[in-house]
C-alpha cells in the first residue's frame, strides 16, 4: 500500500493501443484498491473517445479487443476485471495480435 | 481424376541426369493430401533404416498441395522434405511461402523428387512443362540474391511468373544449419535441408509456366474461398488492420516478453528488459519502408525494411521475423535491432536457419561465458553476450566455415558435445528451441519435445491459445488438456502443411473451413473429422520413420535447464516445465508406447 490511500501502477501500451495512448509505458498514481475494471474507467477517462472506441468492451465483448496482464498473468487467470491492483503493479494491455 | 492437382512427380536422378515424370497415385492422395504428407509417402516408400544424411539415396522432395496455386486465400506455400536430417538424424522437413510452390504446378508439377549426387554442379529449370538439368559450375559460390537474378536473366520467361530456389555458400559449405531459400527472402528453414541440396551439387530450381489446375467443383470452391476471405479479412489477427499485417510477426516480442517467455542468453533468462527496443514497434518506426506478401495472401505480413546507416546498414532487405529477432537479439542477449536486421540479411544471403544460427550462436557464447571453449580455439574472436557485432560476424564465419565458424556450421548440439558440455546446447533432438521459453507456457513445451523434426513451434502451434488467447484462452502454466491441444495442434498443423497452406490462416479458419476447401478443389469426400484423421495419419508416418531410425522416448525431451532450473525473474519467475508429468498421458492419446506408435495404431491408420 502505496502513501496517503494512493498507490502507483506502471502501465504498459502495446501495437495499436500504443499509438492511441502515445507512449509506451507510463505510471499512474491510483486510490488503493483500484480493480482493473477501475484501471480500464480511468485510461478511457484520461485517453478519451480514441481509447474508448479501440478498447471496446474487453469485460463484455465475445472477441474482446483488448487483453489485460497482470505482473504476466492474463486476469482471467486472476480474478478477472476484478482483479485488484497494487502498488508496483504492471499491468500490459495487449490488442488483438498474431505472428508466428 | 482428383482436382487441384497437376498429375505429374518430376524424378530426378543427379548421378544419371535422366529425368522421368511420374503419375501419383490417386489413392495416396486421398491419405496423404499432398505437401508434406505426400512428401512423406514418397520418402517412405524408398526408406532404409540405415540412411545417412549424405548418402546419394537421401531423397530430397519439394512438394506442393492441392490448395497450392488454387486462388484459395495464404495458397503460396510448399513443403521441403529430406528422408534424413543431417542436423537431426530425423526426417528433415521445412515450409516455405514466397511464389515458388505455385509456380511449381504452373511449370506442370505437384512435387519433384531428387536422388543422387551430380559429379559437377547442376541446376534444375522446369518451364511449363519442360524439365532439364544444366551444368553450371560458374554459378557455384554465389550468394542466394546474386544467383537469383542470374538464373531469372538465363531463364528469359516473365520474371514475375519465375521463381527460384536455391542454396547458398552455407548449404555448399554443409552447414548443418543452412537453410533452402526461395525468392531471396522466403526460407524452408529448419533442419538442415540446404545441406542435403548442397551434397548433390543442386544449386538451384527454376520454375515457371501457365498451367492452371482445375477443381472439382469451381462454384462450391468459389463460396468456400468467399467464406474463408471474410473470416481472414474481418479477425482483428489478420485482417487489413490487424496486428499482422501492420506489425508483422514481430508484434510477438513485447507481448511474448510481458508474460515473461521471452528466452534471453542462451535461455538462462526468460525475460528480456531491452526486448521494447527490438519489438515490431519499434521496427514500424524506425527501420520499416514497406509490407509484402506472398503469393495469393491477403494477410501480407511480411515486412521490407532497412538500416540506413551506421556499422550494420543495410540499404533494402526484408524482415526480420519475430522468431528472428529473438534467435540473433535476445537469445545472444544482443538488443540493437540493427544488428539483426544485418545478421539476418546475411542469413538470407548466405541460406541460413535464423533460429538455429541464433541459437548455436547463443550455445557459444555461453560456453565461452563458462569457459568450456579454450582461447586458443577462438583464434582471436572476441565472442560475447550481448555484443552485437560478434553475433553479426558469426553469421559469416558459419557460412563459410571461416575460423570459429567450422564450429558454429556444427548447429549447437554438434558444437556442445565437441566442447563436452552437452547441457548448454538448447535443442530438441539437435534442432534449436523458437521464441517461446517452455517454462512459463506449458503446451508448447510439450509441442517442442514431441514434434518430429525436433525442437519446433509451428507443427503444433499451441501459442495462440496459451499466449493470445485464440481461438480461446489455456493457461499457459497449466498442463490440464495440453497433451490433447497439442495433439489437436500437431494433426491439424499436419494437414495444414499438406494443403499446403498458411498457418496463419487458422488465426481465423478451422478445420470446417479446410474441409470445405479442400473437397471444393479435390472432390473428395471431406469434412472435419476426416480431414484430422489424414492429419493424425501424416504426423505417425513421420514417427514411425523416426522409430525406424532409433528415436523413441529418450529424443522426447527438453534440455535439463528448462525441467529444472525456474525461471530466475521477470514476470513468470519461478516456472518450470512439466514435459515430464505431460508425456505419458500424450502417448496414452496417441496410441504410442515410449514414443512409438503401437502395431494397432498404425494398422488402423494404414500405415504399417
Known sequence: MGNNGKMKINVKFLASIREIAGAHEMQFELNSGYTVKDLLEF?????????????????????????????????????????????????????PVGGG | MLGGYAGKILDVDLETGELKDKMPDEEILRRYIGGKGLGLKLIYDEFRDDMQPFDPDNLLVFSTGPATGARVPTSGRFHVLTSKSPLTGAVGSGNSGGKWGPYLKFAGYDAIVIRGISEKPVYLTIIDGKAELVEAPEIWGMTVPAVTEELLNRAGTDPKKTSIACIGPAGENLSLISCIMNDEYRAAGRTGSGAVMGSKKLKAIVVSGNQRQKSANPEMLAEKVAESMSLIRENPVTGPKGGLHVYGTAVLVNIVNAHGAYSSRNFQQSYFPEADEQSGEKLAESYLTGTTGCWGCPIVCGRKSFVPDGPFSVKYTEGPEYETIFALGSNCGVKELDAVIKANHFCNEFGIDTISM?????????????????????????????????????????????GFGADLALGSRKLAEKYQAPEYAINVKGMELPAYDPRPIQGIGLEYATSNRGGDHVYGYTIPSELLGIPEKRDPYSTEGKPEWTIFMQDLGSVINSSVICLFTSFALGLPQYAGILQAITGMELDPEKLLKIGERITNLERHMNNRYGFNRVQDALPKRLTAEPTPAGPSRGQVSHVPEMIDKYYELRGWIDGVPTEEKLKELGIA
Open chain 2, 358 to 402: 541464433g541459437g548455436t550462436i547463443a550455445c557459444a557464447m555461453e560456453l565461452v561465458e563458462k569457459g568450456k571453449i579454450p582461447e586458443e580455439k577462438l583464434l582471436g574472436f572476441n565472442l560475447r553476450f550481448g555484443d552485437p557485432g560478434a553475433m553479426v560476424e558469426c553469421v559469416w564465419r558459419a557460412a563459410y566455415k571461416a
Open chain 1, 43 to 95: 485510461l478511457e477517462l484520461r485517453f478519451g473517445a480514441e481509447f474508448k472506441e479501440a478498447a471496446g468492451k474487453p469485460f463484455e465483448d465475445e472477441n474482446p479487443r483488448l487483453r489485460f496482464l497482470v505482473n504476466g498473468r492474463d486476469i482471467d487467470f486472476l480474478r478477472g476485471p476484478g482483479t485488484e491492483l497494487k502498488e508496483g503493479d504492471l499491468v500490459v494491455l495487449i490488442p
